[in-house]
């Protein structure tokens, strides 16, 4: 079964990292309609309990969400992309030295694989908004087929800003989470980047690392983050996927 397949895999890989709980699965009582898994109980993210955090353990919840996005895309070639906020809850530290709050991942049943090649270009392409280089925005574009050379330069510049927002937050200062319409704003982009598209269908990619996208920054903008994730992004960027 797909989503007890891939619920095994989050938690295998994670089972060594206390800042994320997965559910066990129980095989023997999962059906071809119904997985079973373990109880998992925790807060959900808008809850006025967590909402009431200091800015440090909100902080630290924020990036280690951005760890876990990074890690699945830039590493492991395969992402959870359904992240509402339904599919995560947070289940507080209450010990009083090293605290770790962990992140309840649930649902698993709309992961998607990436190619090593579409990873190796999807990195250049990252790295290339964060410099804001346009030419190099486009060759890796096209290498990914997002863009095709004869599309029009309205299409073009439409993508193209829709990559440097995305890397925003990304640009070495601390991002204030709890002020931003930058989801808003990729929402509003890929809807016209979509329209654009008249005669092929857009690229499934880009509709489902959209999706994703907005729903970890929809997560960081509830928590009210407040972060600078320069350094966790590049340290991504600069490594090759396993």
Known sequence: IFEMSWTKKYG????NDPRFIVPQTYPDLTTSRIIATSYEPGLAID???IKSLSQDRRNKIALNALDLYFKELFLWGFVQTDPH???YKIRLDTSTKDQVDKIILYD??????FTPEFLTSYRG???SALKNDIVTMEKYSIQLKFLYP???????????QFCTTMVEPFQGENYNWSDTDIPKRLTQMIGKILAQFKVRAPPREVIF??????GVFIFLSILGAQINAQALIQSYLDEEPI
């Open 150 to 160: 004869d599309d029009s330069q309205e299409l073009k510049n439409l993508f193209f």
């Open 47 to 49: 809850s006025e309990e």
């Open 12 to 15: 295998n890989l994670l089972k």
């Open 209 to 214: 690392l959209d999706r994703k996208t907005t």
């Open 85 to 87: 906020i339904g599919n």
């Open 108 to 113: 698993f049943g709309a992961v998607r694989e």
């Open 125 to 127: 392409l990252i790295r």
